[in-house]
């Protein structure tokens, strides 16, 4: 399985798992990326940090470590 961080701009992914756990986890889940949800990557700094996804129709940044610990296919 990848990681959402590994996912190129442009491509839909459903999640599998979410690997943190507590702050983090909660953090993740409570912007709305839970188990089995579709995210569409819109965009990565040159960096690869933030990365922006879209996620329920809600446009959102995300760390480049908490989308390491998203797992999707």
Do not use: H, W
Not at 34 to 57: H, Q, S, Y
């Amino acid at each position: 399985m990848q990681t959402l961080k590994d996912t190129p701009c442009g491509q839909t992914v459903t999640v599998k798992k979410i690997e943190n756990t507590g702050a983090i986890k909660r953090r993740i889940m409570d912007m709305g990326i839970t188990k089995g949800v579709d995210v569409f990557v819109r965009k990565v700094a040159p960096l690869g940090d933030p990365i922006e996804v879209t996620v329920r129709g809600y446009e959102l940044s995300l760390r480049k470590a908490d989308a390491e610990s998203i797992l999707v296919e």
